[in-house]
């Protein structure tokens, strides 16, 4: 039987009250590190507890896979730039912690990690050099480009305010996902706002990065960008015996003896 607060791997200490304010940014903080650290982008297998008095937040892990994901976030921060230089991937951790400490760092707070005795201060000089890493060019020997297709409704397509890139949310391994429009033609992206109307099925071409990471190479989620979008016609059950039939050349009687001369060798 698990323990009922998991095992800690990361804690957060602050001198100030564990106020709702200060906990959810605490939270926000550990979960996208987190998501950033997983191959799928989800913080399943971690939990946070919290004590109140002079905030203490605990980062607990439930299983291999958020071991895994916490052993990363603390290497990274111990050592921001050896980790990123062993790990690529790990560039997306360093983004997240100095995206989401920045509310923190005047609180006077610290990180305490396993395998560093002395603990490690959340200031401007820790966000600043996550941010700094964060923006380090990686070797183009460590990433990988390339396309994919992917089968699926669009669910939602808009954009929060006028200064950010349409996304459309739609299914990529049973996952709902919210990937960014890229360049495509005009007609192109009306066709994917009417398919949220008409719940049509997609053909749509993705544009990906992949970093080299300890795993091997990870997916960078946010590179993701629908790069072309095409409508699948529906086809009842009869036109598609009908094709079938059609595209299917019978063997003649020379081409079928061969075929048996060929499965008894």
């Not at 959810?24 to 939990?47: H, I, L, P, S």
């Amino acid at each position: 039987m698990k323990k009922e607060n998991g095992t800690p791997r990361i804690w957060l200490k602050l001198p100030v009250a564990a106020t709702p304010e200060v906990v959810e940014q605490a939270a926000r903080m550990f979960k996208e590190a987190v998501r950033a650290a997983t191959d799928d982008g989800t913080d399943d297998g971690v939990t946070m507890t919290v004590e109140n008095r002079n905030a203490k937040v605990a980062l607990n892990t439930w299983n291999p896979a958020s071991v895994r994901a916490t052993n990363h976030i603390a290497s990274l921060i111990k050592s921001p730039l050896k980790e990123i230089n062993k790990y690529p991937a790990s560039q997306k951790i360093a983004a997240a912690l100095a995206e989401y400490g920045k509310p923190l760092r005047k609180l006077g707070g610290s990180l305490t990690v396993p395998g560093e005795e002395d603990p490690i201060f959340l200031d401007q000089t820790f966000v600043a050099t996550l941010e700094g890493a964060a923006k380090k060019e990686i070797a183009e020997s460590d990433r990988l480009h390339g396309d994919s297709e992917v089968y699926s409704t669009a669910l939602r397509v808009g954009r929060m305010s006028e200064s950010q890139p349409i996304k459309a949310r739609i299914s990529i391994e049973g996952t709902p996902r919210d990937i960014s429009v890229g360049d495509m033609a005009e007609e192109q992206t009306k066709l994917l706002f009417e398919a949220v109307r008409t719940q049509a099925i997609l053909r749509l071409r993705i544009h990906s990065r992949w970093l080299r990471s300890e795993e091997g190479w990870m997916l960078d989620i946010d590179s993701m960008r629908i790069v072309s979008v095409t409508l699948i016609e529906p086809i009842t059950g009869a036109d598609f015996v009908r094709d079938l039939s059609e595209a299917i050349k019978p063997a003649t009687a020379d081409e079928f003896a061969q075929i048996l001369e060929d499965l008894s060798e």
